[in-house]
């Protein structure tokens, strides 16, 4: 089971990047996608998660309206878009997947991208 972040950089505030998220060894459509982030001295926090199957999708307050998660379930990949960037944006961004299944708990996470929305 690997999930594997990439599109992270540094960005002006303002700017746009994309993350992916590409998962492998399991059933990706029937898992929830979630993407949280961690910035130096707090915690992770969750940013946008989206149910199995691609069904409802949440975000939090922080980004609505700037981030869009999307599901290409062909390409096992999940997509955060992420526009008006904020330098409270900058976190490393991890990439979750999770669901139970016949009583027990599945739970993988991606090592990670950094985002970081400075001028």
């Known amino acids: 089971v690997q999930l594997v972040e990439s599109g992270g950089g540094l960005v002006q505030p303002g700017g746009s990047l994309r993350l992916s998220c590409a998962a492998s060894?399991?059933?990706?459509?029937?898992?929830?996608m979630n993407w949280y982030r961690q910035a130096p001295g707090k915690e992770r926090e969750l940013v946008a998660g989206m149910s199995s199957a691609g069904g409802i999708t949440n975000y939090a307050e922080s980004v609505k309206g700037r981030f869009t998660m999307s599901s290409d379930n062909d390409k096992n990949t999940v997509h955060l878009q992420m526009n008006s960037l904020k330098p409270e944006d900058t976190a490393v961004y991890y990439c979750r997947a999770d669901r139970w299944y016949r009583g027990r708990y599945y739970d993988y996470w991606g090592q990670g991208t950094q985002v970081t929305v400075s001028s």
């Open positions: 060894g399991f059933t990706f459509s029937t898992y929830n």
